[in-house]
Every structure is written in structure tokens, then in C-alpha cells.
């Protein structure tokens, strides 16, 4: 399509976005808008530095390609840089969203319908600590194509659509948020949140009105499938993405493949290609999604990667380079990480704790070396039994102590396709999942 510069690397990525939203607040519409955008970034590369620009007008792509090579400096031996030998060169069209379940095919008024149905069922004006109530539908969906100077031609697609609604209860002056959304990939799959929402909406009432602070200290903690989700990517995603190495020789030695790094029961992976929110067949180098075991076993077997990192560490290329959108310059980025499942039986693992907390879920969570979660709902547990709801400001532990404490992993794996992640100012769309797990110890406060 395009006269790509001799002697220079170049690249064309190309973004159709188009996007609704949906917000009610106490029954009012707040927000109800629709846009589309179209836009591209161009790139050149001389061996030294970027150049790049970005335009709405795919017209002038063709100008923005000679212009930036003009300002580069000719390399006959680009092909020969290490980063730029690392640059794939697929030809693939994966459209995957583009038939009867598109969602740019959907009325505003069929997703309105879908969300005040929500509200009908699910929002009860006769529980007086319910003292305000959000309801909301978002959607997106991505066309994106990419064109290399090495011959890279792909388009491939990506969308995804959510719903959900969110209760504030305030019980003796302290308010506390629950409820439910569910982030999926068709809108039939969204459609049947009535009863997750009210049993949500009422875990939270219970809590809120029977919670007791928690006595600070270390406990066994088990962590059911949402934290466990939440944990691997702030915890141990995170240091998987090797541009964090490039200048960090301390964190390179802390790293090294082959390491056992936690509990033999452990293992991480990341794969792109899984038809989920983090879904990302080629990534915005045009590398092919791959399935990358980070962990394996507790042994470190891999890490996340751009050209440039793997180029840099001697490493192979996972197609893990992504931009927020057209407008930004991409970067190492998870896609679908998540712990797998083990064997070990939930009951069974709760019951062989005397006296522990269970954290059902957590409002976020951070991790380096060491990790903080910010727990919403917790429960004490009493005997191998569940006991009373527990408010608690944090969890916190070493990550390389935690991965060795992990002595349970549970069979009842789930992925979950809520998470957005930032880095570096960007955000993007990525899943985390995991099972059940029990942790020898973590501080709660």
C-alpha cells in the first residue's frame, strides 16, 4: 500500500475505533454518547532513533512516511539491527468480530434496554442503607492494521462490551461500595447479570452491617479466584515485562531462567491469543501472539517481550509490544496472564486452616518486591469454618516469600476480563485469572 523508504526501517499501524457509553446515576441519564474514530501512526526507524507521527488523515500517511525519512539518517545495514531482525513479518487477516455478533451492529437503544432491564431488577428502593446507586454499559470495538517495510500486512479486529451496577450502603456512617459488572466479548453474554448483581449487591449489605476491624497480624490467608487474579498481575506480570530489566542489573539477578522461584504447585502463564480481553493475536510490532509460561512448576521458564528487550537479553520475541492506541508508541505489555489451576479441593483447603482470613475480593492492588492488595470484603476463618465478615485496609507480603508460602492451589480456576492496565501512561486492556489459593502467611491490617 504504501513506498516505504530504502534503507530505513518503517512501520504504518492504523486504528477504527468506535465506541458507546451508557451512565445512569439514581435513575438519571448522566451519559448516553457514541464516537468513532480513525486514525494512524507512522513510524521510521534509522538504526538510532524513532521517528514518528501521527495523523487522522489516512491521506497523508504516504507524506508522513517520505517527511520522517527525511529526517533519518540512510543505514544500508538496517536489516541487520538486532531489534529490527526481530521484526516479524506476517501476512494475516483474523476478523473474528465482524459478523452477526459486531458489536456495531447494536442500536443504542437495544444496549439502553439491556441496562435499564438491569436496574429493574436489581436496584431495590425499599433497603434503606442503600443510599446511592450507578449504573453503567460501555463498549468498544477496534480495527486495526499494520504494514511493515520488511512486508508485514495484517488486519485483525477486537472488541469487547460490559455492564453492571454498583451500590453505595452507608450502615453507621460508613459507606461501603459492592455490586457486579461483567466485561465480555459478545453482548449475549452480558445479558444475564440480574442475579449476580443482587447477590453481590446483597454480600454487600451483610458485610456492611456485621463487618468487625480485623486484628492486625499474620494469617494463613486464602484467596479466592478474583485476588488470586489480582495478585499474579500486580505481583509477578508485572515483573515479567523485560523492559524493567534493561536497566536494573539487581532485578536481572533476581530474575534468572531456570530459577525455582516459588512452590512447585505454582505456574504463570501469558497468552495473547485466548479470545479474551487482553486478546491480542498480533501484537503492534506485527509479532504472532505466543503462549508464554513464566512460571513453570515454581521454575522461572520466560519472560515478556518486545523486539527490543529480546534483542537486548538474548531472549526470543513473545509478541507482547502494545499502545494504548494509535497515538502512542508501544511497549512491553501483559496481555491474558493468569495462575493455573491446581487439584486441591476449596473446602478442603479452607478447612485445614484453624484460624485465617479468607479475602473474597479486593478494590486493587500493587507489586514489586513487595505487594500491597486493598481488600473490600473479608472473612474471618475460625476453625476450618467461615466466620464473620472483616474489614481490613490491607494485605501485604514479599513476593518471593509469598510464591514459597502458596501450599494450596485450588481446582476451581477462573479468568476475568475486568481489568484495565496502566503503565507508563498508558492503559490497556489485558485479563487475569487464577484459583483458589492459601498462602502460609501475609501481614493484614
Known sequence: MYRFPKDLYADVRINENVQSNIYIKNGEVENNTSVSVTGAIVRVYDGEMWYSSVTNDLS????????????????????????????????????IYDGENDLRKVGREQKMQLLEGLIADCVDDSIPEINSWDAFYNDTHTVKRFYSSKGAAITQDKQAC??????????????????????????????????????ERDRTLDFARNAVDVTPGDYTCVLAPVVTAMFTHESFGHKSEADFMLNDKTLRDEW???????????????????????????????????????IKNGVLTGRLHDAHSAAVLGEEITGNCRAQSYQCMPMVRMTNTYMQGGSDNVEQMIS?????????????????????????????????????????????????????DIDAVGDDFELFDSYFCGKNGQTVSVSAGGPTIRVKSLTVN
Not at 73 to 91: G, Q, T
Not at 170 to 181: D, E, I, R
Open 256 to 294: 534468572i531462567m531456570g530459577k525455582t522461584v516459588g512452590n512447585e504447585k505454582v505456574s504463570i502463564c501469558d497468552s495473547g491469543d485466548m479470545p479474551n480481553h487482553g486478546y491480542t493475536p498480533y501484537d503492534d510490532e506485527g509479532s504472532k501472539a505466543r503462549e508464554t509460561w513464566l
Open 352 to 404: 485445614e486452616v484453624e484460624d485465617g482470613i479468607y479475602v473474597y475480593c479486593v478494590n486493587y492492588g500493587t507489586g514489586q518486591s513487595t505487594f500491597t492488595m486493598q481488600p473490600s470484603i473479608c472473612y474471618r476463618i475460625r476453625d476450618g469454618k467461615l466466620a464473620e465478615p472483616i474489614r481490613a485496609n490491607v494485605v501485604t507480603g514479599s513476593v518471593f516469600k509469598t510464591l514459597f
Open 162 to 199: 460490559a455492564a453492571g451496577i454498583y451500590f453505595q450502603i452507608t450502615v453507621n456512617g460508613v459507606t461501603t461500595s459492592g455490586g457486579k459488572s461483567q466485561r465480555k466479548m459478545d453482548l449475549g453474554s452480558i445479558k444475564n447479570l440480574s442475579q449476580e448483581i443482587i447477590a
Open 60 to 95: 497523508a500517511i504516504q507524506q508522513e512516511l517520505d517527511d520522517l525519512a527525511g529526517l533519518a539518517k540512510p543505514n544500508p545495514d538496517i536489516l541487520n539491527d538486532p531489534m529490527v531482525k526481530n521484526f516479524e513479518v506476517n501476512r494475516a487477516e483474523v476478523l
